[in-house]
């Protein structure tokens, strides 16, 4: 998040040389539909820079709550649509492969929301600490909040590595918080509360309520019918991380053959692998062989008697996991 006039073209042009260079085949889709849509935000703005940033002056005591849409889209010059853009390439491949398209799309709104609330309080908190309506009227604008909510969940799902900050090596478990001070010194105009608003939402998601929360409304939305398929698994290869090479990525979504459970599906996104083998053993055990009884082929591969026992169908199918 900043505040600049925009300049020339040429991150622009960057930019584009960039996509291009790593392959459209090669970037999942909402990563790409994001990018697309940020790029075209920025050559034809829903609204006017001062129309779109936030603050606690506009949207709170204004009440122009639209902003909160517009300011994570929104970029105040073409460089600084480059660096968020590309880094979201490389923290959007990686996520995206990870956690499934739609549950992705679902964690980008969501943080692109509650990085400007977040921001929003404390910006109104400094108010009333400092005594100082400068804090209040400071106009934010820019996807940075976003990438350093996703920077604290790629650290969580790929912990243990060393990241460089601008050339300095730092464990991944403290690589946004460096990166939070180091590019307040060296860049006096970007939003230091914004990017501070981007960390918390994200150790939210991954130490706090959120992913519960957000689990919760999902299941609800998928229990009333609004999501009447089974649940999409997101299968990918290669590498994760953003190399420029255009390689990498190959992934599909995918539903089982034949899949004709009635039970309602579970919403799977943003499971790590455990959790969904988890809940498929959970649903096996639930379903206490409804599936002959209806006539379907039988259950996992076995072959068994009209007469057998809800019980041992249960152990064997505990054991079918087990090798």
Not at 25 to 54: H, M, S
Not at 145 to 159: C, D, I, S, T
Not at 182 to 197: A, E, K, Q, R
Request: aromatic share 14%; charged share 15%.
């Amino acid at each position: 998040m900043r505040n600049r006039q925009r300049g020339s073209q040429l991150g622009l042009l960057l930019l584009a040389s960039q996509v291009f260079q790593l392959g459209l085949n090669n970037i999942p889709p909402i990563t790409l539909a994001v990018l697309a849509l940020n790029v075209y935000l920025y050559l034809f703005p829903a609204a006017p820079l001062f129309q779109a940033c936030v603050s606690v002056q506009q949207a709170y005591w204004l009440k122009d709550w639209r902003r909160l849409l517009l300011s994570p889209l929104h970029h105040a010059d073409d460089w600084h649509l480059y660096f968020n853009m590309v880094s979201f390439l490389w923290k959007g491949r990686r996520l995206e492969q990870r956690l499934g398209g739609p549950w992705f799309l679902y964690l980008l709104s969501v943080f692109s929301l509650l990085t400007g609330l977040v921001y929003l309080v404390l910006e109104a908190l400094l108010t009333e600490l400092m005594q100082d309506q400068s804090y209040s009227m400071a106009c934010a604008v820019g996807f940075s909040g976003v990438l350093f909510a996703l920077k604290v969940l790629n650290n969580h799902y790929y912990p243990g590595s060393v990241t460089y900050v601008m050339g300095l090596p730092v464990s991944s478990r403290y690589a946004s918080w460096v990166e939070l001070v180091l590019i307040h010194i060296t860049s006096p105009g970007t939003s230091f509360v914004g990017h501070l608003s981007g960390i918390l939402v994200g150790l939210l998601y991954t130490t706090g309520p959120l992913k519960k929360i957000m689990k919760k409304c999902a299941g609800f939305v998928t229990s009333n019918g609004y999501n009447s398929q089974p649940g999409a698994y997101y299968r990918s290869s290669g590498p994760s991380g953003y190399t420029g090479t255009g390689r990498g990525f190959s992934g599909n979504y995918q539903y089982a053959p034949g899949y004709t459970a009635d039970y309602t599906a579970s919403y799977t996104g943003g499971l790590t692998e455990e959790e969904q083998l988890e809940e498929a053993i959970r649903n096996s055990l639930n379903d206490r062989g409804q599936t002959q009884q209806r006539g379907a082929p039988p259950a996992y591969g076995f072959h068994l008697s009209e007469d057998a026992r809800a019980e041992e169908i249960r152990q064997m199918r505990l054991r079918r996991f087990d090798r």
